[in-house]
């Protein structure tokens, strides 16, 4: 999905460095890498950003209100999902019968909200969450749940409080919305990370590929082309001495 991010801001900056046939094959791997990975965060990820990317491109006051009316019918959407999908003839690909939990994600939530209520605003620690986590593997793994804790602003909330989360996500917009005067992505991309976020704890991680294309993706989207610096300066005639 960061892939697919990165490729499309750029079009618009460097308008030569993809060619048509650099774009189809970009366009293709990444098609191959979701449909091998199964992966329903990425989907939605990607077709957020496009879908978003089309009606920012018409209009952001239209793009944030139907970004609003997704978050409002939300719920109702969870609650009819595994119907829509069973229509559709996918729920074996989709894994249907895991979404009412979020594949054990809200097990992992109300865990994670459990142990916030013990250091609230300061947290408990850089790397408490896969510590907490690891202590009570086998616990959360009998209640349907295996892995960590599935969301930043919870990962975050648990390691650094409500201090660090506030901090976190106050640089985030900060960067977007400085990214969204320069890039009409910025804005898409940005309900994609919120949506991609929510599901998985990706950003939280400084070494995980995900991360790094995610931040190239915003160094690009916020970069100025400078004009070239020609030296009108005589050479000097000073040759030093080695």
């Not at 892939?3 to 990444?30: E, H, N, R, W």
């Not at 009606?55 to 829509?84: C, E, R, T, W």
């Not at 749940?145 to 985030?172: D, P, S, Y």
Request: with cysteine; proline share 4%; net charge positive.
């Amino acid at each position: 999905r960061n892939v697919t991010g990165v490729q499309t801001c750029a079009l618009p900056i460097f308008p030569g460095m993809f060619s048509k046939y650099d774009t189809i094959i970009i366009y293709a791997l990444v098609l191959l890498s979701l449909i091998f990975s199964g992966s329903r965060n990425a989907m939605m990820s990607i077709m957020l950003f496009i879908l978003f990317a089309r009606f920012h491109k018409a209009s952001p006051i239209l793009s944030f209100a139907l970004l609003l009316l997704a978050a409002l019918s939300y719920q109702m959407f969870i609650d009819n999902v595994g119907s829509i999908i069973q229509a559709l003839g996918l729920q074996k690909e989709l894994r249907a019968e895991t979404i009412s939990e979020a594949s054990g994600r809200l097990i992992a939530w109300r865990f994670a909200w459990e142990h916030i209520q013990y250091n609230f605003f300061i947290g408990m620690g850089w790397d408490y969450d896969v510590h907490i986590f690891m202590k009570y593997q086998r616990m959360l793994m009998m209640l349907g749940h295996n892995g960590g804790v599935h969301n930043v602003a919870l990962g975050f909330w648990l390691t650094l409080g409500l201090v660090g989360v506030v901090l976190f996500f106050f640089g985030l917009l900060y960067t977007f919305f400085k990214a969204a005067s320069k890039s009409p992505f910025a804005t898409p991309m940005l309900y994609g990370t919120l949506f991609s976020i929510t599901f998985e704890a990706w950003l939280m991680g400084s070494l995980n590929p995900y991360t790094n294309v995610f931040l190239f993706a915003l160094v690009v989207m916020t970069y100025e082309p400078q004009p070239a610096i020609i030296n009108t300066e005589p050479h000097s005639r000073f040759v030093p001495v080695l």
